[in-house]
């Protein structure tokens, strides 16, 4: 509603809007509070019609009129008057201007095609008339319940109590039949099997249902249903789509991941962590089975992005992939559109662009990497005893040596400035970005185990066969510290391009050295080709980069065993990479590299080796001159310990994710430009309007965990309650807010507010336990509910909103395909492992198409570890509405369309599973009509046929039997006429939907 100038009007016409408005009964459809609640009644009005020009973003603030918030609603308007007057409407000018007849005064204006109810009208007068009560957006209030005792109240109480209140009438409980194959849809994604069935059905005792429950929640399955949940909300697939599809290494690999986690019952404050820092974590989770480390496999939810390999401009792809990156970390996490801030101030919620660009800066200082899968205990341990073993042969060398006391003195008198002078001559000006030829790595960071966390200077040397020092080691980083083949990378601290070259003086085997700009990492030609380069050369060379197209742009280095094959990463049993520096620098490299100074006095230990690089020089040229004892044969079993030990830390399972860099803070990009930054920088950290949102993260790396402990604030609001209402909305088919993954201001209300809070606390009370919570809502009676209702429950609650009855559900688009596998008994319940390929029609077509066609029936695996290729998506799911994985759908769409249909009766793959189906029923010898189609039913729809279906199934096949006597076919007549009948049976709506 947009206030311009106000006009004086006469108090006659004033008091006549007033009374025309407020004086004398008025009837509605639905008749107004007692109490006008500010949440539930008021502000829904004002975001829908008035927050557009008079909300938080003041770029589109209209006569500078804030109706968001009391201050600025009670304000004087700058043309006198006041929009709101606390207890009096008669003398607020919302009151005047919502009831005007004029089209150039009456709010909305005409031409935002917004118009007030009556009813809308009324309550706003209403509210204004009780006091103008403000209260902050119910989804920024702490749920709290009043009652001590109130966690162990039942999901009933708060239900029964709305319906009483609506006066609608409960409907009655399911049969067993209609309860159990909801029950087992709903928490496994699968049909109940005939035993489960005939268990249930003969189980008359009190925990019958109750014990169903359990072995559901316990099943393999029920993680293969609720990790697909979880793959919608992340935007899971394993390719990265655009032009030509590139594999995204080892997505499958975070797929197992998840379904682990959910069978496993991990806490979701834990899954929450993990996601968001599992690199980061003090204490990691491992596999309790496996030893494996689990943690760090969430952060791969980062990298599920689509990616682009030649972007003409990398900041812009940068910005748009963070951008994603937040869009789906702020909707998942807090069912917040933080997004909408990249431009401007949110147009409806407290979210600053400050804010935005506050996360936007956790994101820039966060590196993509391979992340090694097999990484366990047994490597940690592994690693520590080869350091110890490696520190007692430093040991056993210095203890041999301090009894060549006058060697030791004239080393120590030794002057301690260890740089190397540049010569007289000119030399071509340059930066040093890294030198290791000192014992630390000079400011990068390494991830992994192959390079340590120092260089190779002072090792010892020691030949193995006989036991004889050769030398102690020149200062270098090493992959092959250990061995080679032990994934591990090393990457620079951030610098920004001022120079046409960077160079890096290194040798290697299979491995790679890459230049990282803009965190741009689909490196290939046309565009980006040089900014990789090979090492495959066992002699020191200098690898050049041309830099000189993205200087201004920001960019560091990264050194890694190993390399990328079409974008997936792979790591050679012989892959080795050492380097000595790397430098900037114009022209020509330089002829001299000057080294860099380094203080010894404070370091130096002779009975540890950890010497400088001058002194070990000096060392090396008295073992030349065999002036030092140089036999240890008591080394030589250490040196074989080590060598059989270091083959247990070689990796060959790798997942993509993310490592740590180095703390960036954004600035604010005037209208999202990227090319427009301001000249101040926001701190990191986390939304303002939430608790911990105004204190900046104090981390030097990326804040990812400061990040994580503000999401999981005793104090914020939204994290349980967002999570609680996934869950329930993947219980019932509908959340408790509808708007699943937005709690804003344009979000839907609660249907049940009190029962939202409760199950929130509960939530957390209870250990964040995702199962324990499933349970509680499931043995609730308002689950247990038939579907059926009456007229009257109809009419009063047409959406069924209040859940007087259960709702009726289609089967999700994996459910539908798993449905079938497991009602002809062919699917392959077989847990974990990579993707089968997708099956591809001729009119599947494009690049980036794979070159081989996965199976018709996927393996019979359940749908779950059917590959997701984005440029390929199987048309079946993408048919019954599984979501394109571009962003956050915690809410899938339910079409009714007629190319489901067409699927159901035409897609070979259906066609298949109704024939096999046939095959196996007249596989069980001589059974009656009436028993073959019990046979069919209880697989198909978890109960028994009635007389009515009987006789429908007798004309059926009897039309049939005429029609296939009159058609020459190869399959034999008895089958073909039961496959048609089980294909008919498919086509059911029973089959899928849950009724």
């Known amino acids: 509603m947009t206030f311009f100038g106000f006009r004086k009007v006469s108090v006659f016409i004033c008091l006549l809007v007033v009374l025309c408005s407020c004086g004398g009964p008025q009837q509605f459809l639905e008749p107004l509070p007692d109490t006008v609640d500010f949440n539930f009644h008021v502000r829904p009005i004002l975001v829908q019609n008035c927050y557009l020009c008079h909300g938080p973003d003041p770029s589109g603030r209209k006569a500078e009129l804030r109706l968001d918030i009391f201050e600025g609603a009670t304000a004087e308007l700058k043309d006198g008057g006041y929009a709101i007057v606390p207890g009096k409407p008669s003398k607020s000018q919302l009151v005047h201007r919502i009831n005007h007849k004029d089209d150039d005064q009456i709010m909305p204006p005409p031409e935002t095609n917004h118009k007030l109810s009556e009813r809308e009208k009324a309550l706003l007068e209403k509210w204004i008339d009780q006091g103008a009560e403000w209260k902050d957006h119910w989804a920024f209030l702490k749920p709290e319940i009043s009652d001590s005792n109130a966690t162990a109240l039942s999901v009933d109480t708060f239900i029964d109590a709305r319906l009483e209140e609506k006066g609608l009438a409960k409907s009655p409980l399911a049969n067993k039949n209609a309860l159990i194959r909801r029950l087992s849809y709903i928490l496994t994604g699968l049909p109940p099997s005939p035993i489960d069935i005939q268990n249930f059905m003969a189980d008359t005792s009190e925990n019958a249902y109750k014990n169903l429950v359990d072995q559901y929640l316990n099943s393999q399955a029920y993680g293969e249903r609720w990790a697909r949940h979880w793959m919608d909300l992340i935007r899971y697939a394993e390719t990265k789509g655009h032009e030509f599809d590139y594999e995204i290494t080892g997505a499958w690999k975070y797929r197992d991941y998840l379904i682990r986690a959910f069978n496993d019952d991990i806490p979701y404050n834990q899954l929450v962590k993990e996601h968001l820092a599992g690199d980061l974590l003090d204490l990691p989770r491992y596999n309790s089975k496996t030893g494996t480390l689990e943690s760090h496999l969430g952060t791969a939810f980062y990298a599920m992005g689509e990616g682009t390999h030649s972007p003409v401009d990398v900041q812009k792809d940068e910005a748009d992939r963070i951008d994603n990156i ?313 040196v074989d310990s080590i060598n059989k030990l270091a083959l247990k830390l070689k990796s060959n399972s790798f997942i993509y994710g993310v490592s740590d860099g180095f703390g960036v803070n954004s600035p604010i990009f005037n209208r ?278 009987l006789g429908k199934a007798t004309e059926f096949i009897e039309m049939f039997k005429n029609i296939e006597h009159q058609q020459e076919t190869e399959m034999d007549e008895e089958l073909m006429i039961w496959k048609e009948y089980c294909h008919s049976i498919f086509n059911l709506k029973e089959f899928l939907y849950l009724i």
């Open 672 to 949: 999202g430009n990227h090319q427009e930054p301001s000249e101040d920088s926001i701190p990191r950290g986390f939304l303002s309007a939430l608790p911990l949102g105004k204190v900046p993260f104090k981390s030097q790396g990326s804040g990812r965990l400061e990040l994580a402990d503000a999401i999981l604030d005793n104090d914020n609001p939204l994290t349980a309650r967002v999570m609680v209402n996934r869950i329930w909305h993947y219980l019932f088919g509908k959340g408790i807010v509808e708007t699943v993954d937005n709690f804003g201001l344009q979000g839907k209300l609660p249907s049940h507010p009190e029962l939202l809070d409760h199950l929130a606390v509960k939530f957390k009370t209870e250990g964040w336990s995702i199962k324990r919570l499933i349970k509680h809502i499931v043995l609730s009676e308002t689950f247990k509910r038939s579907t059926l209702r009456d007229n009257e429950n109809i009419q009063k609650d047409a959406d069924n909103l209040y859940l007087a009855s259960f709702p009726v559900r289609r089967l999700e688009a994996e459910a539908f395909r798993d449905g079938l596998l497991a009602t002809s008994e062919s699917l392959d319940s077989t847990l974990y492992g990579p993707p089968v390929a997708t099956y591809l029609t001729d009119f599947m077509q494009g690049r980036g198409r794979p070159s081989k066609s996965g199976p018709l029936n996927g393996d019979n695996r359940r749908s779950i570890y059917l590959e997701v290729r984005r440029n390929f998506l199987e048309p079946m799911m993408t048919t019954f509405d599984r979501p394109i994985p571009f962003s956050t759908f915690g809410k899938r769409d339910v079409t009714n369309v007629p190319s489901q249909s067409l699927i159901i009766m035409n897609n070979p793959f259906v066609a298949k599973q109704a024939e096999i189906m046939a095959q196996k029923l007249l596989a069980q010898g001589e059974l009656s009509f009436e028993d073959r189609i019990e046979w069919i039913y209880v697989r198909a729809f978890s109960r028994k046929p009635t007389t009515d279906e």
């Open 326 to 638: 937040i869009d789906v970390t702020s909707k998942t996490f807090q069912g917040l559109t933080v997004s909408c801030a990249r431009c401007h101030d949110h147009k409806f919620d407290p979210i600053l662009t400050a804010d935005y660009y506050s996360l936007y800066g956790v994101i820039q200082s966060t590196r993509f990497s391979p992340l090694s899968v097999d990484h366990s205990y047994l490597k940690e341990n592994t690693y520590q005893e080869i350091q110890d073993l490696k520190k007692y042969i430093r040991k056993t060398v210095a203890e041999k040596w301090e009894g060549e006391d006058l060697i030791m003195e004239k080393l120590l008198a030794k002057d301690e400035n260890l740089s190397i002078k540049a010569s007289a001559t000119q030399n071509t000006p340059y930066k040093v970005l890294g030198d290791f030829g000192n014992t630390g790595l000079d400011g990068w960071k390494s991830d992994g185990l192959a390079f340590s966390e120092q260089t190779t200077l002072g090792n010892p040397l020691i030949q193995g066969t006989s036991g004889e020092l050769e030398a102690l080691d020149e200062g270098r980083v090493s992959s092959k510290f250990y061995d080679t083949g032990i994934f591990g990378v090393l990457r620079s601290p951030n610098f920004v391009l001022d120079s046409d070259f960077i160079g890096v003086r290194a040798r290697g085997a299979k491995s790679t050295i890459r230049i990282i700009i803009d965190n741009f990492q689909l490196i290939q030609n046309p565009i980006y080709g040089n900014l990789s380069q090979k090492i495959n050369e066992s002699k020191w060379k200098n690898h050049v980069f041309n830099v000189a197209p993205w200087q201004g742009h920001k960019a560091f280095i990264e050194i890694l065993p190993g390399g990328y094959t079409s974008h997936s990463y792979e790591l050679p049993k012989d892959a080795y990479v050492e380097a000595k520096y790397a430098i900037s620098y114009d022209t020509e490299w330089p002829s001299e590299i000057k080294k860099k100074e380094e203080s010894i006095t404070n370091k130096m230990n002779l009975a540890t080796l950890d010497i400088s690089s001058n002194q070990v020089k000096e060392f090396n040229n008295l073992i030349q001159q065999r002036r030092l004892p140089l036999q240890f044969p008591e080394l030589r079993p250490i």
